[in-house]
């Protein structure tokens, strides 16, 4: 009888490439080398690779600090602008560690006056980071500076792709957030220095229009005696009584009216006072369709700072189809807002303080009683058509010296109804010919007054029927 044994198979071996690389007394293992110990140490790996990345967290978080400004706040343009302004025009600047750039082509003009040739245009070319990552050396420390753009999500208020710019540094380095944005503020607000900027309502959000404009000079509107400087006071002491209005408990806002015909210098004076005083513009038309109770109250609540708010020809606004108590609005008209929501948000419960607002009308006729009460519009403004002295200043100003020339054309002119507008517009066609512009002036008067006499016999002469 023949009687058999089984013998116990080892477990199988790793190949001997693979054992190579551990010393003999490990590779000679049985179990280590069956898998297990290769098991262990990829445990062991795995867990060395997760402390690693919980360790680059945490020193991330410890030792960086980052700024992120999204493209939707006020500080987004000048923060690249300011980037923008540490690279030298036309070539890489030195103090970016990058080779990736977006452009942005600038356009201007700079003919003159004096210039023969005024349509002579300067191109420039400023290198912007591109979207990625890019390093920054500033005063001698590194800064991330990361740009993201997503291409599914717009910006209503621009129409641009939404942008995300992130500042990333050590954190014993944070104060130098604040010095970069102090110097692109400053930097912004020289670009604005002895501007008038006009802001134009976009969506909830109040956006420059334009390039900022030359400031108007206040002596160059000319109404009648002392109405602008009677306008300019009344507003100097205004800003220099907050302290009055709070302790009498009356919201600190003022209302202005400027009515009279079209052409008077209504809308100019606005200009020129805000570049006196130093101030920008905030124009706000009643009649867009867009415009709701809600988004007033909102835009006339966060009105850019040291800015008129002008509402132009707010005549139209009322007849073209706010609902007035007792009336419906015109078909013709798809605007949302509402005469009640005008009110309020002009001297409402929910109304914002520090708040200056300028009315224009050539209509104040059409105006509800309740829309210019006091509280409302503090101040009505007459501006007429031009009076004897309006004529003489403005004589004076496009020829200073000539003081009896001015007072034969004020008194050449004097009776004929002319706006300040249609008087600006006589002078430009004698720049600078001032015996030129009296004889025109008296030959102005004497068609104006023909005109009228054709027109009195006219309307006089009896119609006979035949």
């Not at 605007?335 to 708040?355: H, I, K, P, Q």
């Not at 430009?428 to 023909?450: T, V």
């Amino acid at each position: 009888m023949m009687m058999s044994t089984t013998s116990t198979s080892a477990p199988p071996m790793l190949p001997s490439s693979v054992m190579n690389y551990f010393p003999d007394w490990l590779s000679s293992n049985p179990y280590f080398s069956a898998g297990f110990g290769l098991a262990g140490i990829g445990a062991a790996m795995s867990l060395l690779r997760q402390s690693s990345t919980s360790l680059q967290a945490v020193c991330r978080k410890r030792m960086l600090t980052s700024l992120e400004i999204p493209s939707k706040d006020q500080s987004y343009p000048w923060v690249m602008n300011w980037i923008i302004q540490q690279q030298r025009t036309h070539s890489v600047g030195p103090n970016f560690l990058t080779q990736h750039f977006g452009l942005e082509t600038i356009v201007q003009r700079n003919g003159t006056a004096n210039s023969s040739d005024n349509t002579k245009t300067e191109i420039s070319y400023n290198f912007v980071p591109s979207t990625g990552r890019h390093l920054m050396k500033l005063n001698g420390s590194l800064v991330l500076v990361e740009r993201q753009r997503d291409n599914r999500s717009i910006d209503i208020t621009s129409g641009s792709p939404w942008e995300t710019l992130t500042l990333t540094t050590m954190a014993w380095n944070s104060g130098m957030f604040r010095s970069i944005l102090s110097e692109a503020q400053k930097m912004a607000l020289a670009k604005e220095a002895g501007r008038t900027v006009i802001y134009n309502p976009i969506g909830h959000d109040w956006r420059p229009f334009g390039d900022p404009k030359a400031v108007r000079v206040f002596d160059s509107v000319i109404l009648d005696n002392g109405v602008a400087e009677h306008i300019a006071s009344d507003v100097g002491d205004f800003l220099h009584s907050k302290e009055w209005y709070s302790s009498r408990g009356i919201p600190y806002r003022r209302g202005y009216l400027l009515h009279g015909p079209p052409g008077t210098g209504k809308s100019s004076f606005v200009m020129a006072l805000a570049g006196l005083m130093n101030y920008h513009i905030a124009l706000l038309n009643l009649c867009d369709p867009s415009l709701t109770d809600e988004r007033l109250q909102y835009l006339l609540s966060h009105a850019p700072p040291r800015s008129l708010l002008l509402l132009e020809d707010i005549d139209g606004a009322v007849t073209s189809g706010i609902d007035l108590p007792g009336q419906s609005a015109p078909q013709a008209y798809t605007g949302r807002l509402t005469f009640s929501g005008l009110l309020n948000a002009l001297d409402g419960v929910a109304a914002s303080d520090e708040r200056i607002i300028f009315m224009t009308t050539n209509r104040v006729d059409v105006l509800p009683p309740a829309l210019i009460r006091p509280g409302r519009v503090d101040l009505k403004i007459y501006v007429g058509l031009a009076t004897r002295e309006q004529l003489r200043r403005m004589y004076l100003r496009f020829f200073p010296g000539e003081t009896d020339r001015s007072e034969e054309f004020a008194d050449c002119l004097e009776s004929v109804p002319l706006s300040m507008a249609e008087v600006q517009g006589f002078f430009m066609f004698f720049k600078d010919d001032p015996e030129g512009c009296l004889k025109s002036a008296h030959l102005l008067a004497e068609e104006r007054k023909a005109e009228h006499v054709d027109s009195d016999t006219t309307a006089s002469t009896p119609v006979h029927a035949s």
